[in-house]
């Protein structure tokens, strides 16, 4: 681990700290992540949308819902890549697939799926590759006092993407309130709404999760990165990295130059 290239401080953070670092490593690299989502997400969601018959639409955006865990891994892949000022651009974090497609991806989508600190143990199976016992133990000291935090940014953010979503549904009301009525009848009695109403809704909320998606992603990270350099003194492996590398410096600049031989 080449921690010279991080780009962050290395310094011990609160988790609260450590969560707005997130929202502002997720920044620059936001339409990076949100096109990887898109291209993941927006075919498998159009398949099953169209696959399925008109009182089972519903399961498409469940399916999409269920499995954030997994299109959530190459965005967790950038940023890891992009903490340590490597190679993180879209066709490279969709062609290295293997390195974030199968570690813990089993255990991920079934009994770890509605764990509220999911964000911050990601890392513990995608990037450390630790199943099983070894999962747990990690899971244990690293969420000892960052876990609370790890809940609240997931309880927030769940609320956000719902506040978002019925502020667009409010926006699209205000110019086309028929539309807006066909579909929420069309959500509550048998209805027989448009196919073409029934995905544009759909896809509204799909869209908010998928803007949503990288803060959520490099939040939980940056409490992972945070109790780490907690843990490992990640900040004073740097300076004492930082103070052979001057006093080797100062050896050099005051080293006496050579005699040189006579004839």
């Known amino acids: 681990m080449e921690l010279d290239k991080l780009v962050i401080q290395t310094r011990v953070r609160n988790p609260w700290a450590a969560i ?23 075919p498998l ?13 519903w399961l498409s955006m469940f399916v999409f819902w269920w499995l954030k865990p997994l299109f959530e891994r190459p965005l967790l ?31 991920a989508l079934t009994y770890r799926r509605l764990s509220p600190s999911r964000s911050m143990f990601a890392p513990i199976s995608v990037l450390e590759g630790a199943t099983g016992a070894t999962y747990s133990q990690r899971a244990q000291i690293l969420g000892a006092t960052y876990s609370n935090s790890a809940m609240w940014l997931t309880f927030v953010l769940f609320h956000f993407e719902y506040f978002f979503v019925f502020s667009l ?55 992972y990165i945070s109790r780490r350099i907690e843990l490992e003194g990640w900040d004073i492996e740097i300076c004492f990295r930082e103070w052979l590398q001057d006093s080797e410096a100062r050896k050099l600049v005051t080293r006496p130059k050579p005699k040189k031989l006579k004839a």
């Open 20 to 42: 707005d670092l997130g929202f502002k490593l997720a920044k620059p690299f936001w339409l990076r992540c949100v096109a990887v989502y898109a291209v993941l997400v927006l």
């Open 169 to 223: 549904y409010s926006l699209v009301a205000l110019f086309a309130p028929e539309w807006v009525s066909s579909v929420f009848d069309g959500f509550t009695s048998s209805y027989a709404s448009d196919v073409w109403s029934d995905l544009l809704a759909n896809l509204m909320g799909a869209s908010v999760i998928i803007a949503m998606a990288p803060f959520y992603v490099a939040s939980g990270f940056m409490l």
């Open 77 to 107: 892949f950038i940023f890891s890549r992009e903490l340590f000022q490597q190679q993180s651009g879209f066709a490279h974090s969709l062609s290295n697939y293997k390195q974030w497609w199968s570690q813990g991806l089993l255990p």
């Open 45 to 57: 969601f159009g398949l099953l949308f169209f696959a399925l018959d008109e009182e089972w639409r």
